[in-house]
C-alpha cells in the first residue's frame, strides 16, 4: 500500500527554521523526482521544491536560498530545511512525486508569526 507521511511542522517566529521530512512507503522511491508542495489558505497548491532522483534540486525564485531539499533514497525519505523563514510561508507543506504516481498526503502545517 502506497503511504505518504509528512512530518515536522509547527509554529515558528519570523527568521526562523524547520525541518520538515517526508516518508513513503510502497512506491519506487529511488526512480522518481520528488517534490515539496504548499497551500495557504485561498490560495492555489504551489511547488516549492524539487530534487531528482540524482539529488540534483531546483528551486522557485520566492524560496531560493532559504529552502534546501534533501532525500535519501535507502529510507524513502525527502526533507525540507527551511531557514529565514517569512509569514508569507505559512501554508501546509505536502510532498509527492511530479505526476501522478501518489496522492497527497494529509501535509504538515507550518506557521511563521510576525
Known amino acids: 500500500q502506497v503511504q505518504v507521511v509528512e512530518s515536522g511542522g509547527g509554529l515558528v517566529q519570523t527568521g526562523g527554521s524547520l525541518r520538515l521530512s517526508c516518508v513513503v512507503s510502497?512506491?519506487?522511491?529511488?526512480?522518481?523526482?520528488m517534490g515539496w508542495y504548499r497551500q495557504a489558505p485561498g490560495e492555489e497548491r504551489e511547488l516549492v521544491a524539487v530534487i531528482t532522483p540524482g539529488h540534483t534540486s531546483n528551486y522557485p525564485d520566492f524560496v531560493k536560498g532559504r529552502f534546501t531539499i534533501s532525500r535519501d533514497n535507502a529510507n524513502n525519505t525527502v526533507s525540507l530545511q527551511m531557514n529565514s523563514l517569512k509569514p508569507e510561508d505559512t501554508a501546509v507543506y505536502y510532498c509527492k512525486d511530479l505526476g501522478t504516481k501518489l496522492t497527497w498526503g494529509q501535509g504538515t502545517q507550518v506557521t511563521v508569526s510576525s
Open positions: 510502497g512506491f519506487p522511491f529511488s526512480r522518481y523526482s
